[in-house]
């Protein structure tokens, strides 16, 4: 069953969120992660307060996600992550198609 980090993130500093992004782009591709959506249009419907960009990537399971997160290849962009973007991350579960 795949699963979706779904994040809402503020940039901070352009310079650490280029470095940052570089990094986890990588890391996504190689823990078998594609993007979704990437700071497109958001538009809010419903509740509130207004969203920040949103960013949604896919992976094949909840596990694999979870290596990705924990890895030390992520843990380089990280580093960046503080400086580079405020943010919520949220992981949440596909649902399988039968």
């Keep these: 069953m795949p699963a979706y980090v779904i994040s809402e993130v503020e940039m901070r500093d352009a310079a650490s969120?280029?470095?940052?992004?570089?990094?986890?782009?990588?890391?996504?591709?190689?823990?078998?992660?594609?993007?979704i959506v990437r700071g497109g249009a958001v538009e809010l419907?419903?509740?509130g307060p207004p969203p920040k960009a949103i960013v949604i990537v896919e992976f094949p399971t909840i596990a694999r996600l979870r290596e990705w997160y924990a890895s030390a290849e992520y843990a380089d962009a990280l580093k960046h992550r503080r400086t580079a973007l405020e943010r919520r991350l949220i992981f949440v579960e596909g649902v399988s198609v039968i």
């Excluded at 969120?17 to 993007?35: C, D, M, S």
Aim: hydrophobic share 35%; glycine share 14%.
């Design 17 to 35: 969120f280029e470095a940052y992004r570089a990094l986890a782009v990588k890391t996504i591709e190689q823990y078998g992660g594609r993007y």
């Design 45 to 47: 419907i419903e509740g």
